[in-house]
């Protein structure tokens, strides 16, 4: 079984694979759009976690996973159990960085027909939200941080992901201009 992770899969899978790639889908792009409720905000204040919006010129870069047959129905109702905050399976081509197509994967997405979803908001809106966000998992700012530091580990552009972080950063060191 293959699995695509584009967020918090890519730096706290949290199964045993046997492999791992980066690689890349396409028609998707990476956006902090989706509300956390359950992880790393709570009611009433949401965090924003990454899901996929459709976006037909655009490719999104992740890790793929192969996971052992035998632990497949385990660490798949796991990750169902991770991802019930509003994320439905997919099934993507994963490519390499020569295009060569690696595996079809699954890939946790939370389409914007999810009731948890908040779509859209300014990368500077998103950091504010996120700096008051905490939830059973940790603080939101650990997630966009570790998302932040294993983009550039893998060497993974993401001017989104970048710009929310970078304002975060800002709005610690004192900085409030929008
Ligand atoms: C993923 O990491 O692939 C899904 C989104 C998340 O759990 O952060």
């Not at 009433?44 to 996929?52: A, E």
């Not at 037909?56 to 019930?84: N, T």
């Not at 998992?137 to 989104?160: T, W």
């Amino acid at each position: 079984m293959w699995i695509f992770g584009y967020g918090s899969i890519i730096w706290k899978p949290g199964f045993v694979f046997v492999e791992r790639h980066p690689g890349f889908i396409r028609g998707w792009s990476r956006r902090f759009y989706q509300g956390s409720l359950d992880h790393r905000g709570v009611p009433g204040r949401p965090g924003r976690v990454v899901t996929l919006i459709e976006q037909p010129q655009a490719v999104c870069w992740g890790m793929l996973f192969r996971i052992e047959g035998s632990e497949a129905e385990r660490v798949l109702g796991e990750l169902d159990q991770r991802e019930q905050g509003g994320y439905e399976r997919f099934v993507e081509p994963v490519f390499d960085h020569r295009e060569v197509a690696l595996a079809e994967a699954l890939v946790y997405v939370a389409t914007p027909a999810n009731p948890h979803y908040l779509g859209a908001a300014s990368e500077a809106e998103i950091a504010r939200q996120v700096l008051e966000a905490v939830g059973p998992s940790g603080p939101n700012l650990e997630y966009v941080l570790e998302l932040g530091r294993a983009l550039r580990a893998a060497e993974f552009d993401d001017p989104h992901v970048f710009a929310v972080e970078a304002h975060i950063l800002a709005l610690l060191a004192g900085d409030t201009t929008p």
